[in-house]
């Protein structure tokens, strides 16, 4: 399984922007996938997932104003994230993990794309 992301970038407060990670070597149907992000200095922490039944769950600090999709006839796993804020600021990870439950927990996640850098100033 590899993944690559793409899409970070620096942004103002208030803005958008959307994060994809193109993933190739897997069957969608088998693995569920997320994203997690890493401040410096801090631990990685899970965003957004989803399972391999496509229901999705969010992280309490980003309800309501990420979300994330699958397209399955692009193999390519998208976060869309809106109303940044300045603690948003780190390295965004796409993760993926073969069962049928996703989880927060990266320490489940044996695929990990390479990151790309979000910074919200």
């Known amino acids: 399984v590899q993944l690559v992301e793409s899409g970070g970038g620096l942004v103002q407060p208030g803005g958008s922007l959307t994060l994809s990670c193109a993933a190739s070597?897997?069957?969608?149907?088998?693995?569920?996938m997320g994203w997690f992000r890493q401040a410096p200095g801090k631990e990685r922490e899970g965003v957004a997932a989803i399972d391999s039944d496509g229901s999705k769950s969010y992280a309490s600090f980003v309800k309501g104003r990420f979300t994330i999709s699958l397209d399955t006839a692009k193999n390519t796993l998208y976060l869309q994230m809106n109303s940044l804020k300045p603690e948003g600021t780190a390295m965004y990870y796409c993760?993926?993990?073969?069962?049928?439950?996703?989880?927060?927990?990266?320490?489940?996640?044996?695929?990990w794309g390479q990151g790309t850098q979000v910074t919200v100033s």
């Open positions: 993760a993926a993990r073969a069962g049928a439950d996703s989880s927060f927990n990266p320490l489940w996640y044996a695929y």
């Open positions: 070597g897997y069957t969608y149907s088998d693995y569920c």
